[in-house]
């Protein structure tokens, strides 16, 4: 597995971004993936994750009903709608792998093995 993100950019509370995650390196085994966020002076955390089949999907609460995660296996890819952003969604976006579950979604990010090298993502008041 071996991952990157994209997508982040700059754009005013109320917009809409749309991050991609493409696993250049697919394992055959298949994986939970996970988008997690960091911003300044705070710790990781989870804000999405979708079984390896799809049929599965796990939200932060602050972000259900604004962001939708998805992925399509047969492109080796992910991606992660952001709609209603806010000033507090500002951070850097990391999609992850969890290579030891194809369905539980957990949201440690030490459980995840695999991370991309994360997209920024800032929104202005």
């Known amino acids: 597995v071996q991952l990157q993100a994209s997508g982040g950019g700059s754009v005013q509370a109320g917009g809409s971004l749309t991050l991609a995650c493409a696993d250049s390196?697919?394992?055959?085994?298949?994986?939970?993936m996970g988008w997690f966020r960091q911003a300044p002076g705070k710790e990781r955390e989870f804000v999405a994750g979708i079984s390896w089949s799809g049929g599965t999907t796990k939200y932060a609460d602050s972000v259900k009903g604004r962001f939708t995660i998805s992925r399509d296996n047969t492109k080796d890819a992910g991606s992660l709608q952001m709609n209603s952003l806010k000033p507090e969604d500002t951070a850097v976006y990391y999609c992850?792998?969890?290579?030891?579950?194809?369905?539980?979604?957990?949201?440690?990010?030490?459980?995840?093995?695999?991370w991309g090298q994360g997209t920024q993502v800032t929104v202005s008041s």
């Open positions: 992850a792998a969890d290579v030891r579950r194809l369905t539980t979604i957990t949201t440690i990010p030490r459980n995840y093995d695999y």
């Open positions: 390196r697919r394992t055959s085994s298949g994986y939970v």
